[in-house]
């Protein structure tokens, strides 16, 4: 089991920055394709910025050059700077990792932009 609990979301004014965190109490060295998927109302969840192989990020193309995906294996926490916010980025956003073949998901975290 990967227990991943997110942290961080809330309401975030037009144009501003959040700050999203999931920590896990396995170390991250061990997990694979770890990141930030989303989903929009009315929409599927979409990956918004995962750690690929060689832990290079993978940003989706509507968060690029706003968002940045960062980790701390010492504190087995990645990050989630969101900033230029829209109202597109209004969603529910996850944590994802994968572990001996296995995906695991936080349990959400609510972001909501607001004008």
């Known amino acids: 089991q990967v227990p991943l609990v997110e942290s961080g979301g809330g309401s975030v004014q037009l144009g501003g920055s959040l700050s999203l965190s999931c920590t896990t109490s396995v170390s991250i060295s061990s997990l694979y394709d770890m990141g930030w998927y989303r989903q929009r109302p009315g929409n599927q969840r979409e990956s918004v910025a995962v750690?690929?192989?060689?832990?290079?990020?993978n940003y989706a193309n509507s968060v690029k050059d706003r968002f940045t995906i960062s980790r701390d294996n010492a504190k087995n926490t990645i990050y989630l700077q969101m900033n230029r916010v829209n109202h597109e980025d209004t969603a529910v956003y996850y944590c994802?990792?994968?572990?001996?073949?296995?995906?695991?998901w936080g349990q959400g975290t609510q972001v909501t932009v607001s004008s």
């Open positions: 750690f690929g192989s060689a832990d290079i990020p």
């Open positions: 994802k990792a994968r572990y001996f073949g296995t995906d695991y």
